[in-house]
């Protein structure tokens, strides 16, 4: 079964608003997860680290105060689409230790 | 990444012919993973290496990492429709088990019937 699960699996949004998506560790502790984006026929890329109980960090050209990361407790990490915009429209993952969760497809109007 | 490189970045192949991908890193690894993925869903775990010269295989994906731990390569024999899809290496640069992944930039296996 899965390890690692993924709220919402996908969302369509207006622009302008903020759409956040969880990430859970559920069989095990994670003091840090990963965030990644992928765009279509596109690899995934890493945009930041998000550790527990701390500031998560981020990959060079991820803004910080677009994508807030919240890593409020051992088994949930939170990545908030700040004022999303069309360019925001992505497939985003999350993953700890080696286990990745299903993503989640963001699609902004 | 700069990295990782994978190559080749797409491939056609006819059914039952056999197939190589490879990943190569700047760097040594502590592991390298091969995932598949059809974009905008998750991504299947294949196979880790870990140690210099390991092989593994599963039914008939074989993938190796080479004695330096800097370059991977996963062959697919006999390969079918089902195999159709995008395989990925993840690097692993980094010691401990958070395990932070450097992907490669995917390869898009197309199998012909």
């Known amino acids: 079964g899965a390890v690692v699960s993924q709220h919402p699996s996908w969302v369509i949004c207006k622009s302008g608003t903020s759409v956040k998506i969880e990430c859970r560790s559920l069989?095990?502790?994670?003091?840090?997860m990963f965030w990644y984006r992928q765009f279509p026929k596109q690899s995934l890329m890493l945009m930041a680290t998000?550790?527990?109980?701390?500031?998560?960090?981020?990959e060079q050209g991820v803004e910080k105060d677009k994508f807030l990361i919240n890593h409020a407790s051992l088994t949930l990490s939170t990545l908030t689409v700040t004022s999303a915009h069309p360019e925001d429209s992505s497939f985003y993952i999350c993953?700890?230790?080696?286990?990745f969760g299903p993503g989640t497809r963001l699609l902004v109007l | 990444s700069q990295e990782l490189e994978q190559s080749p970045q797409s491939l056609i192949v006819q059914e039952g012919k056999n197939l190589t991908i490879n990943c190569t890193s700047s760097?040594?690894?502590?592991?390298l993973y091969w995932y598949k993925q059809k974009y905008g869903e998750g991504l299947i775990f294949l196979m880790m290496?870990?140690?210099?010269?390991e092989e593994k295989s599963h039914e008939k994906i074989t993938a190796k990492l080479d004695e330096k731990k800097q370059q991977s390569s996963l062959h697919i024999t006999a390969s079918q429709p089902s195999h159709a899809g995008i395989y990925l290496c993840?690097?692993?640069?980094?010691?401990?088990?958070?395990?932070?992944?450097?992907f490669g930039s995917g390869t898009q296996l197309t199998v012909l019937p």
């Open positions: 993953s700890a230790r080696s286990y």
């Open positions: 069989d095990f502790q994670a003091t840090t």
């Open positions: 998000s550790n527990e109980g701390s500031k998560a960090t981020y």
């Open positions: 760097k040594t690894l502590y592991g």
């Open positions: 290496l870990q140690k210099g010269g």
């Open positions: 993840g690097a692993d640069f980094f010691s401990g088990s958070a395990r932070q992944l450097t």
